[in-house]
């Protein structure tokens, strides 16, 4: 793209003006931005990483061993002492004819029907924009039944042992213990498995979906044809908006009369009343913060950029309620304030949707033991602050107006040890809660914590040093590792040829298990492969030991990654769990090779670039592994292009994540060794749930249509999750599907059911209360600009991948465009001239064009494809408030770091410098200014920084001294010295993985990835903000 602009915009004209109306042809209009500080053109745009290790390995042809296909004859099994290098066979053994490994050997492997294999998250959107109600193809709705190789589902080993039961988990948790006994151990499987034979094989069909329920929402297009039908609960009600009812005498229902001795009646029940007092009255309660208010001229107010991170906008709820509302960090919609109909959601032309971080590490987290998990009988709600109590015994479901009982155990507070305050109740004063699941929420025994290793160890992987830093690391938090005395563990390695270890207790070392058959795989000895932590510790240790320096000498320059998963998925089916994959290279060899097809010179293009998978072997294995809950996660390290676009899918349907380390070297690239093992000690050791399923109900008239992140859509709406971890982010949309009229709050509710590593079955629910209105203006007031960016960037990588780069640019742009011009032509009355936008999306345009220069869609630089693909994993897989700093990062001047307004936490004063605009004119060379990116941090030093800067923080004479790659700084004894630390240090423990520094100077190649996270400046290929304006300002006023 050579011009600079809104590239693209004349190729998809047409389409445009039929979005929007207004799209211009003409050339660059824009020549009059910000002249570029001298800094912004010291160097060019090089993407290049210090240290970037060129691998530039020659491609040998493989060696081949004697015997590799020779099978029948006897078994050769090597301990690894007496391991040499790669050459030794290990033929098909006996125990291959064992009743498990014959079924999975010689089963077919378990496929996904060819036509079904779809995630609605990849649906294909209509070019050239995202707006809500723009032909939203329907949710793909089909029932995906596991085809079982073989009974495995029902064969867990270890049930005997049983699970743990000590109650404590690794959460700060308070325990309400009601009543009754969570049987965890026993009476599993109740009506969860049906089986039934189809071709002769045993069908398991999974009933998640009846275990975690259903209710209305699995069968949207029964719920909203008719509204009178639909309505029907809430007409039982005419006259009474929810919460209402809370006065309604107890007359009209069938409940038994109450010959208990609890208080009764309406003058002893005191929940808040919802609904009636529920908003603040409309423009009274904003005007609290009249700054909310003011329409805002763009153009003459630049700096919109809150000095201190922007904070969520609040619902304009009573405050009652609002006290009582979901953490924002956990669960947050796009528009704080719901457009009662869809005509006024598209007149908005603004998207909604929620986005969600359900698992995040909580400080504190009520989690509810009882024998009777209070839900909707009709659409299996879980009861939650924003019900209404009718009375004592009945409430009222916010999400689809049932009326149910309230059940006798429910009456008693644990709380409080009172009887009659069901409304006191723990689930009902806690927006997230965490439930005990009793056995009816399992299909089978919970399952052990299973976590699989399976490293490279090609020539190539063996020159990065990689397996080294991993073993140690694994030798470091191997008793760290979430889990119990069930945790199983089990490694494979591989080159051309499958390496598998016998780990079996009593043994005195672990023995080696070559296959070399990578077409047909089989598992030697599948009992010692995955062994039980504790019992095998000894041989685990001496395994990671030894493992490093076992493929030193190897001339093995192929990769048969794919035969290598399907041999782990094999191992790990019977029990489901974590598969950790470490890659270095493209695949070359089996099912799942793959060849190269990044062309260097076509980087900069925004077309022809290959955004999509080029085989479905990586989908298909991960709809398998989905299955059988194995998730897989995707660790590669390699500086040669390896198809991330392909590899990257046995992640995404299988809720793995990836996690990418370009240029890794042992050597060459410290910053990476660094990054590798601080991520290492966090993924190892954080919270794991497993076989884990998810769900977001909300309101009925609402319906839920696309979803992103990564997982497997089952069954309409039901996110299939094999691993789910903390550090994981969703996002959904929606649409209005009848009118809200008769509503005037509505509630959002996920509920992830999943094993914890303990061993027990646990559901952790969120739910989201919001206001509905019936202005555009309202919803303009309440949209919340950060969510809004989140959502269209999941939306913009699903249509980079479905139709191209620039259409996804475009679509970006013109939500922009769209959105201000509704704005304009709706809201405002009198027509200024200038670029006028609600406060509430005051930073939308930056944040766009912060999108459009983000490593997923920016044009015009050197970015590696690879590169480009993991960003987007990024933006899919990442919690909001990550994404968003990896978007627009903080920039900090930090050489006079003061306590003023600094925070002081345990006993730490940590100072706060203002956030500056991403501008090279806020940069000066007398100052250091620290970029907080989000997974890096980058602190350039200016040549003219203060003396003191130098000596008193950085621990050097003068700027020469500064080490080319300095990557940490010195804790010295100066104060100047302990307040910079202290910043840099609370910065990283806001994040769940460590960020790496790097110390920046003139000359440094870094300096070039800090200039580019300059959104607002201009750049060869790309607008300045000030442009940009006057670019969307041109549009919105046509
Ligand atoms: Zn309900």
Known sequence: MSQPGIPAFGSTLTSLQAQNGAASASGSPYTNGPIQNALMSSQGYNSQLPGSY???????????????????????VSPLSSYQGPGQTLHRPPVASTPVTSSLHSGPVPRMPQHTSHNSAAIPMPSGSFHPGANIPPPLNWQYNYPSAGSQTNDCPNVSSGPTMSGNTNLTSHQYVSSGDPSLQNNFIKSGITSSTNNGSLVVHNNYDEIEGGGFLATPQLTNKNPTISRSVGYSYPSLPPGYQNTTPPSTTGMPPSSLSYPSGPQAFSQMPLGANHLTASMSGLSLHPEGLRVINLLQERNMLPSTPLQPPV?????????????????????????????????????????LHPFKDLVQLPVVTSSTIVRCRSCRTYINPFVSFLDQRRWKCNLCYQVNDVPEEFMYNPLTRAYGEPHRRPEVQNATIEFMAPSEYMLRPPQPPVYLFVFDVSHNAVETGYLTSVCQSLLDNLDLLPGNTRTKIGFITFDSTIHFYSLQEGLSQPQMLIVSDIEDVFIPMPENLLVNLNESKELVQDLLKTLPQMFTKTLETQSALGPALQAAFKLMSPTGGRMSVFQTQLPTLGVGALKPREEPNQRSSAKEIHLMPSTDFYKKLALDCSGQQVAVDLFLLSGQYSDLASLGCISRYSAGSVYYYPSYHHQHNPVQVQKLQKELQRYLTRKIGFEAVMRIRCTKGLSIHTFHGNFFVRSTDLLSLPNVNPDAGYAVQMSVEENLMDTQLVSFQSALLYTSSKGERRIRVHTLCLPVVSTLNEVFLGADVQAISGLLANMAVDRSVTASLSDARDALVNAVIDSLSAYRSSVLSNHQPGLMVPFSLRLFPLFVLALLKQKSFQTGTNARLDE????????????LVHLMLTTHPNLY?????????????????????????????????????????GSVLMLWVGKNCGQHFFSQVLGVQSYALIPQTMTDLPELDTPESARTVAFICWLREQRPFFPVLYVIRDESPMKANFLQNMVEDRTESALSYYEFLLHIQQQVNK
């Open 315 to 355: 619902p304009n709820l009573h405050e009652d309620i609002q006290r009582l509302n979901c953490n924002p960090e956990l669960f947050r919609c796009t528009l704080t304030s719901i457009p009662q109909t869809q005509a006024l959601l598209n007149k908005a032309k603004l998207p909604l949707g929620l986005l």
């Open 868 to 879: 480009r693909i993991f960003a987007m994993c990024q933006v899919k897989n990442q919690p």
């Open 54 to 76: 060129p691998h530039l390995i020659p491609a040998k042809t493989l060696n081949p061993v004697s015997g590799q296909s020779n099978y029948g004859g006897p078994q050769t």
């Open 893 to 933: 001047r930090v050489d006079n770091l003061s306590d003023e307004g600094a925070l002081n936490i345990n006993d730490r004063t940590i100072p706060q410098p203002p956030i500056l605009q991403l501008s090279v004119e806020k940069l000066s060379r007398d100052g250091a200014f620290l970029m907080d990116a």
